[in-house]
């Protein structure tokens, strides 16, 4: 009892310096945002925008005050071609290449054909607020240029849509991707020699840790979802799942490079996993399962018509509800860790008011030390919601016909 | 600072093309990678652990059940053996009783046939003591009549204790 009490003030204290280091983060950001956003300036400090900024993707990764990790760019723009580039070349929004320009840690584009294309220095980025719309401007001889955000997919419903160019580079979050991904196929790797080594015999070190891992998979969401007979072919698909997100949550949770990027809780993310389930249930769906979606059996004709609208709806609600789930924990989570390291610029009134900073330091440290350990099951909670729901949804496109007959009786 | 609140970049729901590329890319590499190199490797060889498993358990079951089946056999054939024993014991008294019985009944009947030719003898030798004392008595009457005929001629008072002493003669004979 006493050793568990020990370790979970070891695990506060660190976590509330995990929090100071997120305090450091926020500062230099800010202090980084006045320099080059004038409206900032004169509104104080912006929480919102300061929450929004760190759960946002970016061209760069900001390892510590002043370092940044410089990331490639992949840029297409129509009628301009692809540019690439190192993002370090646009000098945190102080220089434009070919009329691209780091905006808040984001490649934007000046669209503008007057504007000069190579190398060029720029003066401040502007803000300016345009029919309730965030504009950017950027300042170059005089003469202010507007800032064009990377195409989005949510056709203009969310305040995005398609823009003047097409990001495809190595952001911070296909950064962290890449590395969950490394680190997975290291880990696997090594956990399969270990299956070829200890071939009649124990499993031993990191197999052993991982087994448990794999029969649980295997032992509690397929074979209970999909059935012993065609589990088999769907293990590997949901292993992928549930170890990719959950890398992705775990590195998302260590508030320093190269954790901290919100992965998981980014919509393109979640919606490019969901879509790979949608497309494997529907891929293997049996005619029992196409029968039930189009032409229910069973009931009267009348309301077999009505049945088809709402299945053929469920079949999009299903991945579309994955798709959020993960994204809206994994984000709010974020959101609010992020929130409570904010108390420290609140009540210290942006470094005005160094009591009040301490008593936000306080408060919100504590609260985030106890954030943070509910994210680490949210991490693993979400992981496992993901697969073992795609895994029920390819079960249910699976399932025989007279199991569902012997249900039903 | 309330229009900030409405006019922050909400940017994680906007699906940026370029990630959802990666994501595609990067999960379709993990996903071909792993479960070819690792997770159906992995599957099978924990599918014949459990199998080899299941195997040494059915084959131990087996080898008890055969233990114990082997050891009631050798039961049955000491019991068997048990009563076996019983059995040629229990033969091997009643043999000697009977044997006995037999012996006994034999020398009774040797006995009884000893006693009956000893009877058988005695009356043998008795009829043979009678026939020679009928012929004694003959003799003896021969002689008496003889001895008679002769006092006949002396007198008759001589005559008669003569034949009175013949005949204790004859009675004490």
Same mark, same amino acid.
């Given at each position: 009892?006493?050793?568990?009490?020990?370790?979970?003030?070891?695990?506060?204290?660190?976590t509330?310096l995990?929090?100071?280091n997120?305090?450091?983060?926020?500062?230099?950001n800010?202090?980084?945002?006045?320099?080059?956003?004038?409206?900032?300036?004169?509104?104080?400090?912006?929480?919102?925008?300061?929450?929004?900024?760190?759960?946002?993707?970016?061209?760069?990764?900001?390892?510590?005050?002043?370092?940044?990790?410089?990331?490639?760019?992949?840029?297409?723009?129509?009628?301009?071609?692809?540019?690439?580039?190192?993002?370090?070349?646009?000098?945190?929004?102080?220089?434009a290449?070919?009329?691209?320009?780091?905006?808040?840690?984001?490649?934007?584009?000046?669209?503008?054909?007057?504007?000069?294309?190579?190398?060029?220095?720029?003066?401040?980025?502007?803000?300016?607020?345009?029919?309730?719309?965030?504009?950017?401007?950027a300042?170059?001889q005089?003469?202010?240029?507007?800032?064009?955000?990377?195409?989005?997919?949510?056709?203009?419903?969310?305040?995005?849509?398609?823009?003047?160019?097409?990001?495809?580079?190595?952001?911070?979050?296909?950064?962290? &991707?890449? $590395? /969950?991904?490394?680190?997975?196929?290291?880990?696997? #790797?090594?956990?399969? +020699?270990? @299956?070829? !080594?200890?071939?009649?015999?124990?499993?031993?070190?990191?197999?052993?840790?991982?087994?448990p891992?794999?029969?649980?998979?295997?032992d509690?969401?397929t074979?209970?979802?999909?059935?012993?007979?065609?589990?088999?072919?769907f293990?590997?698909?949901?292993?992928?799942?549930?170890?990719?997100?959950?890398?992705?949550?775990?590195?998302?949770l260590i508030?320093?490079?190269?954790?901290?990027?919100?992965?998981?809780?980014?919509?393109?993310?979640t &919606?490019t $996993? /969901?879509?790979?389930?949608?497309?494997?249930t529907? #891929?293997?769906?049996? +005619?029992? @399962?196409w !029968?039930?979606?189009?032409?229910?059996?069973?009931?009267?004709?009348?309301?077999?018509?009505?049945?088809?609208?709402?299945?053929?709806?469920?079949?999009?609600?299903?991945?579309?509800s994955?798709?959020?789930?993960?994204?809206?924990?994994?984000?709010?989570?974020?959101?609010?860790?992020?929130?409570?390291?904010?108390?420290i610029?609140?009540?210290?009134?942006?470094?005005?008011?160094?009591?009040?900073?301490?008593a936000?330091?306080?408060?919100g440290g504590?609260?985030?030390?106890?954030?943070?350990?509910?994210?680490? #099951?949210?991490?693993?909670?979400?992981?496992?919601?993901?697969?073992?729901?795609?895994?029920?949804?390819?079960?249910?496109?699976?399932?025989?016909?007279?199991?569902?007959?012997?249900?039903?009786? | 600072?309330?229009?900030?609140?409405?006019?922050?970049?909400?940017?994680?729901?906007?699906?940026?093309?370029?990630?959802?590329?990666?994501?595609?890319?990067?999960?379709?590499?993990v996903?071909?990678?792993?479960?070819?190199?690792a997770?159906?490797?992995?599957?099978?060889?924990?599918?014949?652990?459990?199998?080899?498993?299941?195997?040494?358990?059915?084959e131990?079951?087996?080898?008890?059940?055969?233990?114990?089946?082997?050891q009631?056999?050798?039961?049955q054939?000491?019991?068997?053996a048990?009563?076996?024993?019983?059995?040629?014991?229990?033969?091997?008294?009643?043999?000697?009783?009977?044997?006995?019985?037999?012996?006994?009944?034999e020398?009774k009947?040797?006995?009884?046939?000893?006693?009956?030719?000893?009877?058988?003898?005695?009356?043998?030798?008795?009829?043979?003591?009678?026939?020679?004392?009928?012929?004694?008595?003959?003799?003896?009457?021969?002689?008496?009549?003889?001895?008679?005929?002769?006092?006949?001629?002396?007198?008759?008072?001589?005559?008669?204790?003569?034949v009175?002493?013949?005949?204790?003669?004859?009675?004490?004979n």
């Amino acid at each position: 009892m006493k050793v568990i009490s020990k370790r979970f003030c070891i695990l506060l204290a660190v976590t509330v310096l995990v929090g100071f280091n997120q305090y450091a983060f926020a500062q230099e950001n800010h202090t980084s945002d006045v320099g080059s956003d004038q409206t900032d300036e004169e509104e104080g400090y912006d929480p919102v925008g300061v929450v929004m900024h760190h759960i946002a993707d970016a061209n760069e990764f900001h390892v510590w005050k002043g370092v940044h990790l410089p990331l490639p760019c992949i840029l297409y723009a129509p009628g301009h071609g692809w540019t690439t580039m190192l993002s370090s070349k646009l000098d945190h929004g102080h220089k434009a290449v070919d009329g691209y320009v780091l905006n808040h840690g984001r490649v934007n584009r000046i669209a503008d054909p007057s504007f000069p294309g190579g190398e060029v220095e720029i003066g401040h980025i502007n803000h300016h607020v345009e029919d309730g719309k965030d504009v950017y401007y950027a300042e170059y001889q005089g003469q202010e240029y507007k800032l064009d955000k990377p195409s989005t997919l949510d056709g203009g419903l969310l305040g995005g849509g398609i823009t003047s160019f097409y990001d495809f580079s190595i952001t911070k979050n296909v950064f962290t &991707m890449l $590395l /969950a991904s490394i680190l997975l196929i290291l880990v696997w #790797l090594s956990v399969a +020699k270990g @299956y070829r !080594e200890n071939d009649g015999k124990a499993p031993s070190g990191i197999q052993s840790f991982f087994e448990p891992f794999f029969t649980f998979i295997r032992d509690e969401v397929t074979v209970p979802m999909i059935g012993e007979q065609k589990y088999e072919r769907f293990q590997p698909f949901i292993m992928t799942v549930f170890f990719f997100v959950l890398f992705c949550n775990l590195l998302g949770l260590i508030p320093i490079f190269p954790g901290s990027a919100n992965v998981t809780g980014n919509l393109a993310v979640t &919606m490019t $996993l /969901a879509l790979f389930t949608f497309v494997i249930t529907n #891929l293997n769906g049996n +005619k029992h @399962y196409w !029968e039930h979606v189009l032409w229910m059996p069973g009931i009267p004709a009348l309301v077999k018509p009505l049945l088809s609208i709402v299945e053929v709806l469920g079949l999009i609600f299903k991945p579309f509800s994955l798709m959020i789930r993960l994204f809206a924990n994994i984000s709010a989570g974020h959101i609010i860790i992020l929130s409570l390291i904010g108390l420290i610029f609140l009540f210290g009134n942006n470094g005005q008011n160094l009591g009040g900073a301490t008593a936000g330091a306080i408060v919100g440290g504590f609260f985030t030390a106890f954030m943070n350990l509910i994210e680490l #099951l949210v991490a693993f909670l979400q992981a496992y919601i993901f697969a073992i729901l795609s895994a029920s949804y390819i079960g249910a496109a699976t399932e025989d016909a007279h199991h569902d007959e012997a249900h039903a009786h | 600072m309330a229009h900030m609140l409405i006019l922050a970049d909400f940017s994680v729901m906007k699906p940026d093309p370029g990630l959802v590329f990666w994501t595609f890319l990067i999960f379709l590499l993990v996903w071909g990678i792993l479960g070819r190199a690792a997770f159906r490797p992995i599957q099978n060889a924990l599918k014949k652990r459990e199998q080899d498993i299941q195997n040494s358990l059915d084959e131990a079951k087996k080898a008890r059940e055969d233990m114990s089946q082997l050891q009631a056999q050798n039961e049955q054939l000491l019991k068997q053996a048990q009563e076996e024993r019983t059995k040629i014991l229990k033969e091997a008294k009643d043999t000697k009783e009977s044997i006995i019985k037999e012996a006994k009944e034999e020398a009774k009947g040797e006995a009884q046939k000893i006693v009956a030719d000893a009877k058988a003898q005695i009356n043998n030798m008795r009829m043979e003591a009678l026939t020679n004392i009928r012929n004694e008595v003959g003799t003896m009457a021969v002689d008496i009549a003889e001895k008679m005929m002769r006092a006949k001629l002396e007198g008759d008072k001589e005559q008669e204790a003569l034949v009175a002493k013949l005949v204790e003669e004859i009675k004490f004979n």
